[in-house]
């Protein structure tokens, strides 16, 4: 059985639809991509799971639950944790306040040492800055803090929005080694990416999203041979 269920979702802001018809699945422990251009739904689509955004048609259901039917507040509480586009760090807070903020539901909140201690045995270059502001990090330890913080709430499944925006190619590389290494520790993901090339080699399976509608689905490596997808998207 999937672990998250979208069938026929639609969305949009006001009178623009970004999201038509969109049906697929995450199964536990997988890792899958959606692919395509700027623009084409991708992040509209991970913020609609996480209830940052309403869908207009369609069912949701992570797990069984009806996402539809839960207020956006209380979806964390369904296992989802959502690492935003742009990191969306509090600048000015430390690194460990940070990433208290991502363990205030209550069931996380009883187990907040041992989230930390998790988090800092994961990622031992944030126990090392976790004094430091968040917002005087590189981008790529910005990432790790992002991706800590979501990890506080002890989550089933990690949407991950465009984790390697706006870093340089060096840093590019380290940050799809911190999603291989929140895979290996049993995490679903789902991540939304625009660096197709670097994104296939860590994911199961992708779906290509063209102007907010699933254009193509298949597995990583069926879709990095593709003809199609390597002239319009890997510039090969």
Excluded at 79 to 91: D, K, Q, W, Y
């Amino acid at each position: 059985m999937a672990m998250l269920e979208l069938e026929g979702v639609n969305a949009g802001y006001g009178a623009f639809q970004a999201l038509f018809d969109i049906s697929m699945t995450v199964a536990a422990g997988e890792a899958v991509a959606v692919i395509g251009a700027n623009g084409a739904g991708k992040t509209t689509l991970l913020r609609v799971i996480s209830g940052l955004l309403p869908a207009s048609g369609g069912a949701m259901r992570m797990e069984g639950t009806d996402l539809r039917a839960t207020p956006p507040h209380r979806i964390i509480e369904t296992g989802i944790a959502h690492v935003p586009e742009s990191r969306r760090l509090f600048p000015r807070l430390s690194v460990e306040d940070n990433l208290k903020m991502g363990g205030f539901i209550p069931k996380a909140r009883a187990k907040h040492a041992a989230r930390l201690d998790y988090v800092y045995t994961l990622f031992p270059r944030l126990k090392e800055r976790r004094h430091q502001l968040a917002g005087t990090m590189s981008g790529g330890e910005q990432q790790m803090c992002a991706i800590g913080r979501a990890l506080m709430s002890e989550p089933k499944l990690v949407l991950l929005d465009e984790p390697s925006m706006g870093l340089a190619p060096v840093v590019v590389a380290q940050v799809f080694d911190l999603v291989r290494r929140i895979r290996s520790e049993g995490y679903t993901v789902l991540i939304v990416e625009q660096n197709v090339a670097q994104v296939l080699k860590v994911v199961d399976r992708a779906y290509l999203i063209e102007v907010g509608k699933i254009a193509r689905s298949g597995k990583a490596a069926e879709l990095a041979a593709s003809e199609d997808i390597r002239k319009a998207y890997l510039g090969i």
